[in-house]
């Protein structure tokens, strides 16, 4: 196994940062186009900051 380094720690939490961005942006989008959540919008969250998550830390 490779041992993790400074730089890996700080991309691991860019990337943690950029998704929960990302995440809070859908949510807000979704609340004032909906009006609320629903089991659909907190899937799509999950999906969206995971699908960010892995992104950055792919490009990093």
Known sequence: SVPLGAADAVR???AVVLALGAA???LR???R???GVTGDV????AETAATVALVVLALG
Do not use: I, S, Y
């Not at 907190?42 to 969250?45: P, T, V």
């Open 29 to 31: 989008h979704c609340v």
């Open 42 to 45: 907190f899937g799509g969250l």
């Open 12 to 14: 691991g939490a860019a």
């Open 24 to 26: 809070e942006l859908l």
């Open 33 to 35: 186009r909906f009006g």
